[in-house]
């Protein structure tokens, strides 16, 4: 990479006079670290929340996110300019939020959709009010990874303090409900302290992001969440393969490329060997084709989805709508399913499929191609753009986790649903990449002599 350069304010930034600026210092600090917090700790760490609780909410949890959201639209106020700009880059975005809150008109269970729809209105207005603010996207970076870093040790201390809390027969939970979120965590820590490292050029700093990283990566691996560890390697993989390529070359890229071709042509002769089977390939791979019996869970959810193909159940009124109402009492006989307990299963375990029970199959299309939209943006800025080293580690950061994003999906249910650790800094995310241009600045163009 070349040589980082002073962080400086965006170009765009507005001329605050500097009492508003030191206050929206102080807020933009402020509503962050309540929103890390809200997003990676909670109000409610190491609860267990029960089907009813699910369905009622928690009543801290509301004056929280309204505390943030008041505080949100006073800065956005502050800074109307930057408010009507993020409107302008991020209109997609905030209208699938829309939709979502309007689905109200046909969902199954309207007060639950005008609740959770609320919600995710809140978070989103309080992530644009912190994108908006930005000003300093290393110190941002810096903060964050130091801020997860923090959260990974509290979780390690609570698998030594509190064991019976923390440690479940199917890997480390830590504070939170299931060792699929502590996963998601450990895996956004690892992937921000990796690009974080790619921003600084002092062997000190280096040592300090690796030691940093440690207990990340030991908290992934005792999570035991397959997802979250084999997509972290991966993320890890592109996020090396990119700096390689800057600092080695061209020559780098055509060996790679040769070596991609073979992996692929490789690929290609293993299922033609099969017959094109794909589930033996995957049985030799995974050595589960049912990926721990989600198979039937996604089965059943695809045929409630195609029950309402365009426009969903309605945001947030399909899981934990009530005991009587659990969707899993319409399973057919004979699958595992119907004898898990009512309340176990809310989610889908599958992204796409949770958003299309939720808002319908247009509007999950469209939610796709806004992350892939923001993911290409984001990948362009972070290897051909200005603004030094520093500015492109972060962006590179929010690319590759938006892309990590859509694979977790897979198996996974936190595209656009509210409240959910992913979901939140995947908001963030789009926010700040909308504003990408006002971050790297072209290079400026040689004039002839």
């Known amino acids: 990479m070349t040589p980082s350069i002073p962080m400086q ?30 997003t990676f700790v909670g109000t409610q760490p190491f609860a267990d929340t029960s089907a009813g609780g699910r369905v009622d909410g928690n009543v801290l949890d509301r004056i929280v996110v309204m505390a943030m959201f008041a505080l949100a639209l006073a800065m956005l106020a ?58 300093d996207l290393r110190r941002f970076h810096s903060f964050l990874f130091a801020f997860l870093t923090g959260v990974v040790l509290v979780n390690l201390a609570g698998v030594v303090v509190a064991p019976a809390l923390t440690i479940t027969d199917i890997g480390v939970k830590g504070i939170y409900t299931q060792k699929n979120v502590a ?16 921003g600084v050029h002092r062997k000190r700093a280096t040592l300090i992001g690796l030691a940093a990283l440690v207990p990340a990566i030991v908290f992934l691996i005792i999570t035991r969440s397959k997802t979250s560890i084999n997509i972290t390697a991966l993320g890890v993989l592109i996020v090396m393969f990119f700096a390689a390529a800057e600092r080695l070359g061209a020559w780098f890229i055509l060996v790679a490329g040769c070596i991609g071709l073979l992996a692929l042509a490789g690929l290609l002769a293993l299922l033609a060997a099969v017959d094109f089977d794909v589930n033996v390939l995957i049985s030799a791979v995974v050595g589960d084709t ?35 109402n659990d969707p899993l009492g319409r399973v057919e006989t004979g699958s595992w399913l119907a004898s898990v307990p009512v309340g176990t299963i809310n989610q889908a375990h599958h992204g796409f499929l949770e958003l299309w029970l939720h808002i319908g199959l247009p509007a999950t299309i469209f939610a796709v191609a806004l992350i892939v939209k923001a993911a290409l943006t984001g990948g362009w800025r972070a290897v051909l753009g200005g603004g030094g080293d520093a500015t492109r580690a972060l962006l590179a950061c929010l690319a590759v986790l938006l892309v990590l994003h859509l694979l977790h999906n897979f198996t996974e249910a936190t595209l656009f649903m509210r409240g959910a650790a992913f979901c939140n800094v995947i908001t963030l995310a789009l926010f700040i990449l909308s504003r990408a241009r006002d971050f790297t600045p072209p290079a400026p163009v040689a004039r002839p002599s």
């Open 290 to 324: 049912t990926f721990t019996g989600r198979d039937e869970l996604w089965a059943f959810a695809r045929r409630e989805a195609q029950k309402r193909l365009w426009l969903g159940h309605g945001y947030g009124a399909f899981w934990d709508v009530g005991v009587a």
């Open 9 to 38: 304010a965006p170009a765009y930034a507005p001329r605050e006079p500097a009492a508003t600026a030191a206050w929206l210092a102080r807020a933009h600090a402020t509503l962050l670290t309540a929103f890390l917090f809200y």
């Open 183 to 198: 996963g998601i965590v450990a895996m956004i820590t690892i992937m921000v302290g990796v690009t974080w490292m790619l």
């Open 78 to 135: 502050a800074t109307w300019r930057g408010a009507l700009a993020a409107v302008r880059g991020n209109f997609g975005l905030l209208a699938l939020v829309g939709f979502s809150l309007v689905s109200i008109l046909w969902s199954d269970y309207p007060s639950l959709t005008l609740r959770r729809g609320l919600l995710f209105v809140f978070l989103t207005t309080i992530a644009m009010a912190i994108a908006v603010t930005l000003r």
